[in-house]
């Protein structure tokens, strides 16, 4: 009884495989499990003539086999309506995608720095893209003639005839610090991104005009410490845990002491790549303490309150948030690149 | 600036590879950009000025591993006879040259260069001249301190003067170029014109080469400014330049020149009279400024021994007395308030130490900016109705201007534009965006796309966007006017003006070959700013209908000069309380239809939110409608 049921499932495999049609299932489905003459049906309908101890053998054997068929088969006839051919049409003609638009990666990225930020409590604010001298240099301590202007390579606008201060593409989201102070008194937590310009030739590391987003923070214990943990967690929020951060001096003439932040190298998990210079490590944002005559410049007493401030490439964290290799991608209006996000 | 580690050896002890070398400085001090064999690039930062020579950087790399620098001794031998008595120097603008010096040294023997003096002079990537050359620029970056030698007989007279140029003069400087001087420009002039401009460059016609045989070395101080300006307004840089304008230890001066002449004297002979020439003697006051640690500490974030803040400061050759007055050592003339000391303490201390403190404060309640906020929801709008979103350059030029008919006076014009597409600052999001239409029609059957960006004089913040499609011009207009209403709808405007739908349009055919597309084009640009200001979030609701709604259809026969919108304002005069909505659905020319005419074919729904409607009250209204039309705009009904 035994090899019967077993030769049973070798035959029911090979007609299930041979089977090219719904058609074709149904006849193993009578020859086999048929309500009066299935080949299953009629062993387990002759249970009863066996001893207790066959019925105990045979019994859940039959059973089980029977279950299988019926797995079997149903296996077979998802297969078959799969292919579909059985349903007048082509089932596997390639998914139609749905008409979307796409926001730009810098609007999405932006949108992700600026989440972290407010989550922090920081206020989004705005300001001018035309800019004085004032606001995007002299009240940042970055005096005319000195050599510090060099850092950034300005656009500057035509002067008209009944203008007496040039304007200036601003360079920097910076100059917004000193005009969101005018309107607010400390404690103020605050970002500013924004369209920034650099009169600077163009490839592929080097836009003419890109993003940046500048923060500030200005309280009556405001540390160094602070800054830095406040970068390390904004850091870890948009790459993961995994992302660290080491800080080195610099100099920026609004901030004292003025330090320029790296993060490890995530291209290459920090062991090395071209990305990196084979460093590890990848240049990230400026920030420091806010100067006191930046601060006395904002009308807040440099006695009571310190304050911090960065700026951070927008350009910068998308590219390496998506692994893009070209910032000029982003300002080309390519949709090839824009519907990918 | 560039570091040979082999030159620094002679004034410091190193025992660190150049790697470990460059990391320490990396993270106390400045960026290092390459570490290259034997020699560091060293990117140094504006404020630090006394560290554009090797013995700075050895002054700094002492602080950082308490190595004792060696400075070079110093051993002149001068002659009997005074240097002043053979040369005056007269300074007439002591603002912009708060000390000139001069010495004086008689036959000597220009020559080659040995060769230690040349290759030190090639790991700074400068070529050798000859000796007296070399000597000037070797000291320039050993100390810092920019030098110049004059050849004494080509002088005119015996007598230099530091004065602003005079309209007119003119020099022909060492590197071959003639500079046209203007008045705000200081000069050295001999009795007859200029020798050299002031902390810049020296002039071809006096300098010292292999048939010289005195010479007279200058040591100076001159205005940082108005050697940057200068050196800007003539589009001329050099090593002097650039260490001038950054910045001067006032003390270096005399030691230079003596290290010069020492040298000169030791390589080409010569007799250095004695004393230097100095008409005017630099006061140089310590500068002083109060350390308060509680500031340090809180500024830091970290409280920090006293004893090491001191260990720290005397380092670096800051003294500190018991009460905390920090007196500035000559080299670093930068250091303007206490935030500045307490960066030397914080760097040398390491970044690396301060412990994790996030912020705390009060929470303030945030405001949200209105137009920030409906900026993204805009953006959101239009993603939601297929469009990309694509970012263009703020400028453009002829080239985008000229299709639109754009005029120049209208724009912000750009003084210095790297390419002919900068030069304008845009008014209008709508050349660029139909640029990038026009190019991805190629690639694409359709373009969506749009921006929200700013345009400028005055500046303010438009959304415009473009649809390039296969359909007709009629259907691309029906959708086009469909997206500009529903961004419209959505923001919930209190008030609105079509003057703030500052463009909706197909493009001409005469267009659309200036914009190289063949496809049907629409586009629109919408006045952000004002909208916004008027915008709200919505609060409606309408319950649903409890009663079933009574639906016809009518298709109209109108003369052709007859407007869709006339339709729609009799319907909705005659429609009675019950009609719920209009929906068009059909324009016909052609076929069947008189060629004067067209047809319109509507959807109308009726309901009542306390009954359900009987048919006949639908008729009757229809009626009525069908009158309306037909009286008023001489419309045939169509069966």
Redesign the interface.
Known sequence: MKTNLNKIKKDVLELVNQAKDLKSLEKIETQFLGRKDGEITKILRGLKKLTVKQKKEIGPLANALKKEIKEMLKEKKNNLVGKRTDRGFDYTLPPKKPEVGHLHPITQFTKKVTDVFVSMGFEIVDGPEVETEEYNFDLLNIPAEHPSRDMWDTYYIKKSRNEALPRLLRTHTSSVQLRAMEKRKPPVRLIVPGRVFRHEAVDAGHETNFYQCEGLVIDENVSMANLISTLRVFVKKIFGEKAKIRVRPSYFPFVEPGIEVDMSCLICDSKGCSACKQTGWLEMLGAGMVHPKVLENMKVDSKKYTGFAFGLGIDRFMMLYYGINDIRLSYNGDLRFIKQF | MLLPINWLKDYIKINLSPEKLAELL??????VEEVNGDVLDLSI????NDCFSILGLAREVSALTGNMVKFPKIDVEESKKFASSEVKVEIQNSELCPQYLAAVIKNVKVGESPAWLKEKLESMGVRSINNVVDITNFVLFEMGQPLHAFDTDKLSGKKLVIRNAKKGEKILALDEQTYNLEKDMLVIVDDKKPVAIAGIMGGAETLVNRRTKNIILESAIFN??SV??TSKKLGLRSESS?RF??GFDPTLTEQAINRAAALVQELCGGEVLKGNVAPLKIKSEKKTIKLELDYLN?????EIKPQEVKKILVSLGFEVSSSWDVAIPSWRQNMN????L??EV??VYG??K??????N????P????K??KWE?KI??L?????????????FYGEKQMKPMGLEETKH???????NPD?RF?RTTLLP?LL??AS??AR??DE???FEV??V?NP?ELRLAGVIVSKSDDVGLYREISGIVSYVLDKMNLSEKKSSWILKLNLLNPKEKEEWKIKDSVAYFEIDLEKIISNAKESKKFESLPLYPSVSRDLSIVVPQDVLWKDVDEIVQKFGGEFLKDIEFFDLYKGKGIEGDKKSFAFHLEFSSSERTLESNEVDEVMGEIARALEKKLKANLRI
């Open positions: 990396m993270f106390k001090s400045f960026e930062t504006p404020d630090r940082p400014k940057r300006l650039t304008e950054r809180k500024l830091l974030g970290v308030c206490v935030a500045d307490i960066e914080a760097r970044y690396e301060l412990p994790d403190k996030f912020l404060g009060e929470l303030v945030l405001e949200e900016d137009k920030l993204g953006k959101n239009m993603q939601v109705v297929g469009f990309d979103e694509v970012y263009n350059y703020s912000l014009e750009v003084e210095n534009p790297i900068q600052m660029r640029g990038v190019r991805n690639k694409f373009v969506k796309i960006g700013k400028y500046e």
